[in-house]
């Protein structure tokens, strides 16, 4: 069974920075793509970035772009998502998220098949 474990999180100050991570369990996992989401208190869950293994695109949210970079490692899978000038409303709970099917709809939670359990990511003064 495919298992996503994140790492990382916490709590930042607005303008600081933190680095999520997360690790598909089986490195013959063949992934397609990998991506972040996050839930705010109160909110529906929401794209935040996704990586395309073949050619590397990246995507992102307009909300993190420029402040956010995901990045990854195909012969280990793992992705990580670096946050800088974080601000309090990226403050959430942040999801991974993997497939290995080469579709359309990597900005949408139904583009995804595996999901971690999430990480705590906080930011205040």
């Known amino acids: 069974q495919v298992r996503l474990v994140e790492s990382g999180g916490g709590v930042a100050q607005p303008g600081g920075s933190l680095r999520l991570s997360c690790a598909v369990s089986q490195r013959t996992f063949s992934v397609y793509a990998m991506g972040w989401f996050r839930q705010a208190p109160g909110k529906e869950r929401e794209f935040v970035a996704a990586?395309?293994?073949?050619?590397?695109?990246?995507y992102y949210a307009d909300s993190v772009k420029g402040r956010f970079t995901i990045s990854g490692d195909n012969a280990k899978n793992t992705v990580a998502l670096q946050m800088n000038s974080l601000k309090p409303e990226d403050t959430a709970v942040y999801y991974c998220?993997?497939?290995?099917?080469?579709?359309?709809?990597?900005?949408?939670?139904?583009?995804?098949?595996?999901w971690g359990q999430g990480t705590q990511v906080y930011v205040s003064s």
């Open positions: 990586l395309r293994r073949s050619g590397l695109y990246t």
């Open positions: 998220a993997a497939t290995a099917r080469a579709a359309a709809g990597l900005t949408r939670e139904y583009g995804y098949d595996y």
